[in-house]
């Protein structure tokens, strides 16, 4: 076998040259640059036109770019992609772009052109190459020639396959560089949305008499469909006279819309705005849960929303709640340090079906007795194996067994409801080993002191 030495071909150094300076090339103005000087090398210095006939009626077109002068060494950059020639029509230009097709076209007589008869006027020979793409406004590449030069067959070839190599990549570059700014617009309006949805979650912690709170959120992204809210019964929205018998108390809410991001963000600020606005005399949670669940399907909203809603009574440590289908709460006693789910009633989630009702059910709690509320973000954290932390080892936790970081010594059974979050958080990041959560976090925890 004899390898046969074209290390003295200039054209196909030429190209190995181009292919280099496109594989280098980072934005569409840089593989243009690398473009023009390929052309350079075969025929001297070119002067080109790029046209664009995208979005234009027949025979119309507008110059993108008009390079007629050779740039300085110190500065060889090609110029931006730019549309901010107006329209045009007629003269040497529209009957060239009539004919979709590679031109080589010789005695170019400019006198007559309405526009570039002073600018364009002595280039006599041009190449014409349409530019194939969806995402550049290019579609025609121009070069141009004074006499005596002239192109000829074997130069428009050449430009031909050169046009080709660097049109792929000028498309993908432009492609994108657009897609880089959608996602741009994007992140900057999930920073919007979560800073709007971080204003929707209580400023601070209520007071409510003989309560302890502490409350971890953490979304997967900028926003997120977790929210969990405190509000009072005020004795003006209930039907009931506030006394020892029947007090009032206050609304605990813990919401996940299906998904993560803002369209997630959006139906959960909705979910609080209706529980907000509850119509007057409204103070029991199957009720609130119900109306919520009639507003969502009246507004066709999609996707559906997991919540637990507690109506916690202060003087009579008794708590009432609804669910629909979110994760049960865990409740601790502080005798025994049991461990069980609130689980006595439990429906389907808001958003499904208009005429759904939900149940109640009612404990008792008493000091020392901690209540912890949670979104499926937390059980369902994976580690690289694809694991889940699971409700186990949730409970584990809870119960003050098993995972325990050092400096938690084992004898802390009443631990604080900041503590308690300190523990299970740090738990979580743990079992994630450094994955970032695929899913929105909230932990809410409750001691009754």
Not at 17 to 40: D, I, K, M, V, Y
Not at 169 to 194: F, P, T
Not at 269 to 278: D, E, F, K, S
Not at 406 to 411: I, K, S
Request: net charge negative; with cysteine; glycine share 8%.
């Amino acid at each position: 076998m004899q390898v046969q030495d074209l290390s003295g071909n200039l054209r196909l150094a030429s190209m190995k040259r181009l292919t280099q300076a496109l594989q280098q090339s980072q934005t569409p103005e840089q593989t243009l640059q690398a473009l023009q000087q390929g052309f350079t090398e075969a025929n001297g210095f070119v002067a080109s036109v790029l046209l664009s006939t995208r979005g234009l009626s027949a025979g119309h077109y507008r110059v993108i770019q008009m390079r007629l002068q050779e740039p300085p060494l110190d500065n060889p950059h090609y110029p931006a992609i730019e549309e901010s020639d107006p329209p045009r029509s007629g003269g040497v230009m529209a009957t060239i772009i009539g004919r979709p097709e590679p031109q080589l076209i010789q005695e170019v007589d400019w006198s007559n052109d309405p526009f570039f008869h002073a600018t364009l006027g002595g280039y006599a020979s041009i190449m014409a190459i349409p530019f194939a793409g969806d995402h550049l406004p290019i579609t025609w590449v121009l070069l141009l020639k004074r006499p005596p030069d002239r192109f000829d067959v074997s130069a428009l070839e050449e430009a031909v396959q050169r046009v080709a190599l660097s049109g792929s990549l000028l498309e993908n570059q432009a492609l994108a560089e657009k897609l880089a700014r959608a996602n741009q617009r994007i992140d900057h309006d999930a920073q919007q949305v979560g800073e709007l949805q971080r204003a929707l979650l209580p400023p601070s912690l209520p007071q409510i008499a003989g309560l302890e709170i502490a409350v971890d959120y953490e979304p997967s992204g900028h926003a997120g469909g977790d929210l969990y809210d405190f509000f009072h019964l005020d004795e003006r929205y209930d039907e009931r006279p506030a006394t020892a018998a029947a007090p009032t108390g206050w609304c605990v809410f813990v919401g996940d819309a299906a998904g993560h991001g803002l369209a997630a963000a959006v139906v959960m600020a909705i979910v609080q705005a209706v529980l907000h606005a509850h119509p007057a005399g409204m103070a029991r949670p199957g009720s609130f849960l119900a109306h919520a669940n009639r507003q969502l399907c009246r507004k066709g909203i999609g996707g559906f929303v997991t919540a637990f809603l507690g109506i916690y009574e202060p003087a009579l440590r008794r708590l009432t709640y609804a669910n629909a289908g979110h994760p049960r709460p865990l409740l601790k006693r502080s005798s025994g340090a049991t461990v069980s789910a609130l689980n006595a009633v439990g429906s389907y989630p808001l958003g499904i079906d208009e005429s759904d009702t939900f149940k109640e059910a009612t404990v008792l709690l008493q000091p020392g007795d901690t209540l912890l509320l949670y979104t499926d973000g937390i059980t369902e954290a994976r580690n690289n194996a694809g694991d889940q932390f699971g409700v186990d080892q949730l409970t584990r936790i809870f119960r003050n067994e098993g995972n325990r970081p050092p400096e938690f010594p084992a004898e802390l059974t009443a631990q604080p409801p900041e503590t308690l979050i300190q523990r299970l958080r740090q738990a979580v990041r743990a079992h994630e080993q450094g994955q970032s959560p695929d899913d929105d976090q909230t932990l809410v925890a409750a001691r009754v002191l």
